[in-house]
């Protein structure tokens, strides 16, 4: 149980395109989720926190304008990356909870190359 | 500021040695500490995780050991494997922050055969 699922694994855009990563969470409700950004051989950096049906919580220094965040289901949020530039380039990695307890569950991941 | 810092970045065992990854924490609010498991190109798993009421966790041939007044923990990897050869994240979380994870910056775990 516990599978957090994302779409797609990897993606290649042209700079200045939109981007949209769907985050689903396969087995349970996620009342949060939350998306993450990770460069090489780094850790994870949170980038916003969601839950269903209210605004995300962005994290400090992460455009709310450029990373769009939609979590409008207990199974599915989204993150849209508008009017995407090299330096997006990165692994996007969502997690999900339930009920704001300790475990998240994370996906696999997605792989954003932008030319 | 990091608030957990995670030694070494990178390990090097032989086949059925023991790997041992450390962590320190500053924030005495914490109260939840996993550890992660990512390979390349994946998602992090949770790997075994465990609160500051007691000392020891073992889940099969993966021991966390915490040490609440020194504020550390550490992660042992026993008759360690070239299939744990990966990257291994600390982590410390508080109910009053939503458990959201405070991440260390990983630990690279090659295990040779």
């Known amino acids: 149980g516990a599978v957090v699922s994302q779409h797609p694994s990897r993606v290649i855009c042209k700079s200045g395109t939109s981007v949209k990563i769907e985050c689903r969470s396969l087995?349970?409700?996620?009342?949060?989720m939350f998306w993450y950004r990770q460069f090489p051989k780094q850790s994870l950096m949170l980038m916003a926190t969601s839950n269903e049906g209210s605004k995300a919580t962005y994290e400090q220094g992460v455009e709310k304008d450029k990373f769009l965040i939609n979590h409008a289901s207990l199974t599915l949020s989204t993150l849209t990356v508008t009017s995407a530039h090299p330096e997006d380039s990165s692994f996007y990695i969502c997690?999900?909870?339930?009920?704001?307890?300790?475990?998240?569950?994370f996906g696999p991941g997605t792989r954003l190359l932008v030319l | 500021q990091q608030q957990v810092k995670q030694s070494p970045q990178s390990l090097i065992v032989q086949k059925g040695g023991i790997s041992i990854i450390n962590c320190a924490y500053e924030?005495?609010?914490?109260?939840?500490f996993p550890w992660y498991q990512q390979f390349p190109g994946k998602g992090p798993a949770l790997l075994i995780a465990?609160?500051?009421?007691?000392s020891e966790k073992k889940e099969g041939r993966f021991t966390i050991s915490f040490n609440k007044s020194a504020k550390q923990f550490s992660l042992h990897i026993m008759d360690s494997q070239p299939g744990d050869s990966a990257t291994y994240f600390c982590a410390a979380a508080s109910s009053g922050g939503s458990y959201i994870p405070t991440f260390g910056r990983g630990t690279s775990l090659i295990v040779h055969p």
């Open positions: 924030n005495t609010a914490f109260d939840y």
């Open positions: 997690s999900a909870s339930y009920l704001s307890r300790e475990t998240q569950y």
């Open positions: 465990i609160r500051p009421d007691v």
């Open positions: 087995d349970f409700q996620a009342t949060t």
